[in-house]
């Protein structure tokens, strides 16, 4: 059996899931002198000690309730219903005293008396995989907590400890169908715990397409920045075109997850090779003033500004007449290398509008890249409605991976970011 995942065991800790006392009712049931007329009968000489017991639970005095219940299960003959009550206290007691064997057993046989009310077995299911779950027999936990959700399916987090249980069974295939089905019968938003269950499972499965989908909902749900690296270093390792890897590095440096000197480098090697020198400059001056660069590495980053740097500056003498350039364009390639100069050098209004011009005119040899700096360009204005537009009219698969993650961060971007649970599953 796999040994407990510590990132999952963290992120559902700090979610009240593998606390039993956190979620659980007192025992409602009563030793009274006058019961309901539809309550059994309870005998005057285990009456005594059971009441004893009670009063012992509401002073939360543990030692004395074990006291008293053992009076009272030393007693017999009892009657089913007497024994119901020794079991139904009994549980209770037995988890304040951290005797979860006992308690289970005590619960088992309280639920299987048939005495526990219809109202309470939601909640007794629970507390039987919770028990199950912390003794780590996951198959009861998984019986018992699907028994628990069948009588209340909102149960987010029971849901997550029969996924996460289904997940130290290593039966991953078995937890992502549980998730994943779970994900498609609610409309609520899902525990980020779920997530981080099935984002687990389909790395242990090698199912890079459906480790993709799990960032994605969690990126989606929970739009922190350590979500959004693992997600864009995926996409990053499945990226090979440099057309395809400058609109990645793009999203990457939009999102802020850029951190290594290599993603700088190879950002601004594929602007430069693209045409975007002002960009590229940019790039990596950003990259030396964060100290990302080190030794020989730090040398060739600098030779590559240098370079940088000169394309910018013939950037800069072609700007003064792009707008008359623009205006006398005959062909939708001139417009968009027009829009390509704007966007190198920042000015999106100027590049929307020549990528616009140059598509409506036609005979573009790439639409699909003219389309994604369309997109960026009217993402980094702010129109996210129009960028996203712009990502959907893309038909290259590839690029429309990369697109995809685009609408993403524009459709995410009015959500408050997320913290991410405690030490976030890596991907792989």
Do not use: C
């Amino acid at each position: 059996m796999k040994t407990r995942n510590l990132i999952l065991m963290a992120a559902l800790a700090a979610a009240g899931l593998t606390s039993i006392t956190g979620t659980l009712m007192v025992p409602a049931v009563a030793v009274a002198a006058e019961a309901k007329k539809d309550t059994p009968k309870i005998g005057a000489k285990i009456a005594k000690p059971l009441r004893a017991a009670q009063e012992a639970i509401q002073a939360k005095n543990w030692d004395a309730a074990t006291a008293s219940l053992a009076e009272a299960a030393a007693v017999e003959p009892k009657s089913p219903y007497e024994a119901f009550m020794v079991d139904e206290l009994g549980w209770f007691v037995q988890i304040q005293k951290k005797d979860y064997a006992g308690a289970l057993k005590s619960l088992k046989a309280a639920v299987d008396s048939g005495f526990v009310p219809e109202a309470d077995l939601p909640r007794r299911y629970k507390a039987l995989a919770q028990l199950s779950y912390e003794l780590k027999d996951n198959a009861k936990a998984i019986e018992y907590g699907k028994k628990s959700l069948e009588l209340d399916p909102g149960s987010a987090d029971t849901a997550t400890m029969v996924a996460h249980a289904m997940y130290l069974s290593d039966d991953f295939a078995g937890a992502r169908a549980f998730v994943d089905a779970r994900l498609a019968s609610t409309t609520t938003k899902p525990e980020e715990q779920l997530l981080l269950i099935g984002l687990r499972s389909n790395y242990e499965l090698n199912d890079r397409a459906g480790t993709m989908r799990a960032l994605e909902a969690l990126v989606r749900n929970y739009p922190a920045p350590k979500y959004w690296t693992d997600l864009l270093n995926n996409q990053l390792y499945e990226t090979k075109s440099d057309r395809d890897l400058r609109a990645l590095y793009r999203l990457m440096s939009d999102v802020n997850t850029m951190s290594k000197p290599e993603e700088y480098s190879e950002m601004a090697t594929t602007l430069m090779a693209g045409g975007f020198p002002s960009e590229a400059k940019q790039v990596l001056e950003r990259g030396l003033a964060a100290n990302v660069f080190k030794g020989d590495v730090q040398a060739r980053a600098q030779a590559d500004l240098a370079r940088a740097r000169s394309g910018a500056d013939a950037d800069q003498k072609e700007l003064p007449g792009a707008d008359a350039a623009l205006a006398a364009a005959k062909s939708g390639n001139e417009m968009v290398a027009l829009g390509k100069l704007f966007f190198s050098v920042g000015d999106y209004a100027k590049a929307e509008d020549a990528f616009k011009k140059g598509l409506a005119k036609g005979g573009v040899s790439d639409t699909d890249d003219a389309n994604a700096l369309l997109g960026i360009a009217l993402s980094r204005r702010g129109k996210g409605a129009d960028a996203i537009e712009a990502f959907n009219r893309i038909r290259d698969p590839k690029l429309g991976e990369v697109a995809k993650l685009w609408r993403l961060f524009i459709e995410t971007q009015a959500q408050p970011a997320a913290a991410p649970a405690p030490v976030p599953a890596p991907a792989g």
